[in-house]
C-alpha cells in the first residue's frame, strides 16, 4: 500500500480508502440495494483493509440513515483500534429529519449533524468533514464559517467538499483565503474510466489549487467489475440500480480492451480499472467498497498493478472524452506561450 497526501495539507492517506455505504441497509431502500453488511460483517471487511495497510475510511451520516457511522464506530472499538490509526471522513448535506432544516449546508444543521456523528462514530473528532454536495438555499461564507469554527474546536480537522462543480470549488477555496478559514483539503468525486468528466475543468482546477482528490464509485457502480459485456451478462447492482449514468458505447469499447488487458496482465478487469486511477496524478485516494471479502481482497490487487505506456495509450484512446469547447480551443492555442523556464 502506498500513501499520498491529501492536497496541500500534512494529512497522510492510504491510496486505497474503504467507502462504507455497504453498511446497515435495509430491505426496500435504496440504501439495502446497495448494501446491507451487519455489524459482524463490516467487522471483517474493516479488518482486513487495515490489514492490508488501508488507514482512510470513508462514510456519511445519510448512508442507511446513520446505520453506517454506528456500524463503522463500534467496528473500531470492537477491533481496538487506536484513534490516531485511522482516518475517518465522513460527510454532511443530505436530509436527516423532516422539515425545512432537515438538510442543507446551513450552520445550523452542520452543527447538529457533527454532534450526531460524533456520537455514532464514537469519537471526539473527525478528521476529513466534507460537504457531501452544493446546497444553493445556503451562502457559501456560511458554511466555511461554520466548517470553520468546527476546525477552531477541534471536532474536525480538516475540510472537504464532494460533488461541486469547478467553479464553486475554486470559489470555496478564494473565500477561505481570503478569510482566512480553514482551507479545502480535498474533493470527494465520481471518476473512472467508464466517465471522466471530470477532467474537462475539475482536475485542472484542482491541480491548480492544490485541493486533493477522491474518488468515489470508481467502477462505475459495478459497470467495469468485469460482470457486464456487451453480450448482454446482467447482474450486480447496475441490474436493478443503473448508476451513475454510463454512456454504455463508449463504455463497453473500454471493457473490450480492459478484458484483453486481463487476460495478458493476469489481473482482474476490476484491478486494472482501479490501477488506472492509481496512475492518474491528481488522484490522492480511490474508494473501494465491498459486500464480501473476496471482493475487498480482488480491488487490493489494484495496488500491485503496473501499466506500460502502450497500455495507458490503449485505455485513454478507448475511453478518451469527445472535444467540447473551449477545450479544443485552450488546447489549439495552447503553444503561444509556453510556460516559462525556472530560473537557474
Not at 490516531?84 to 449533524?113: C, L
Not at 451513475?244 to 463508449?250: G, I, L, M, Q
Request: aromatic fraction near 8%; charge should be negative; proline fraction near 4%.
Amino acid at each position: 500500500m502506498r500513501y499520498n497526501q491529501l492536497g496541500r495539507t500534512g494529512l497522510i492517506v492510504s491510496e486505497l480508502c474503504l467507502g462504507t455505504m455497504t453498511f446497515g441497509g435495509s430491505d426496500g431502500s435504496m440504501w439495502g440495494t446497495i448494501g446491507q453488511l451487519e455489524q459482524n460483517e463490516a467487522g471483517t471487511l474493516i479488518n482486513a483493509a487495515l490489514d492490508a495497510g488501508i488507514n482512510f475510511l470513508d462514510t456519511a451520516n445519510v448512508y442507511a440513515e446513520g446505520r453506517s457511522e454506528m456500524i463503522l464506530g463500534q467496528s473500531l472499538k470492537t477491533l481496538g483500534i487506536r484513534r490516531e490509526e485511522v482516518v475517518i471522513a465522513t460527510k454532511v448535506v443530505g436530509r436527516m429529519h423532516p422539515g425545512p432544516n432537515g438538510a442543507g449546508a446551513s450552520r445550523g444543521h452542520i452543527h447538529d449533524q457533527v454532534e450526531a456523528s460524533l456520537a455514532r462514530l464514537q469519537t471526539d473528532h473527525i478528521d476529513l468533514y466534507q460537504i457531501h454536495g452544493f446546497d444553493a438555499a445556503t451562502p457559501i461564507e456560511e458554511t466555511l464559517y461554520a466548517l470553520d469554527s468546527l476546525v477552531r474546536r477541534g471536532v474536525v480537522r480538516y475540510i472537504g467538499l464532494s460533488n461541486w462543480a469547478a467553479w464553486q470549488v475554486a470559489k470555496a477555496v478564494g473565500i477561505a483565503e481570503a478569510k482566512r478559514y480553514a482551507p479545502i483539503a480535498s474533493l470527494q468525486a465520481y471518476y473512472t474510466l467508464a466517465g471522466r468528466d471530470l477532467e474537462r475543468e475539475v482536475i485542472p482546477m484542482l491541480q491548480s489549487e492544490g485541493v486533493g482528490l477522491m474518488v468515489w464509485s470508481p467502477l462505475a457502480g459495478g459497470f467495469l467489475s468485469g460482470k457486464y459485456s456487451r453480450e448482454g451478462e446482467n447482474e450486480g447492482r447496475r441490474a436493478n440500480f443503473d448508476f451513475p449514468p454510463v454512456d454504455k458505447e463508449r463504455g463497453y469499447t473500454v471493457i473490450d480492451v480492459l478484458r484483453e488487458l486481463s487476460a495478458a496482465k493476469g489481473h482482474s478487469v476490476a484491478q486494472l480499472a482501479l490501477g488506472w486511477l492509481l496512475h492518474q496524478p491528481a488522484v490522492s485516494s480511490v474508494i473501494v467498497g465491498a459486500k464480501r471479502p473476496e471482493q475487498l481482497a480482488d480491488n487490493l490487487g489494484a495496488i500491485d498493478v503496473a501499466f506500460t505506456a502502450d497500455e495507458l495509450a490503449r485505455l485513454d484512446a478507448a475511453s478518451k472524452l469527445p472535444a467540447e469547447y473551449p477545450g479544443w480551443m485552450l488546447e489549439r492555442q495552447g503553444g503561444y506561450r509556453g510556460a516559462p523556464s525556472p530560473r537557474r
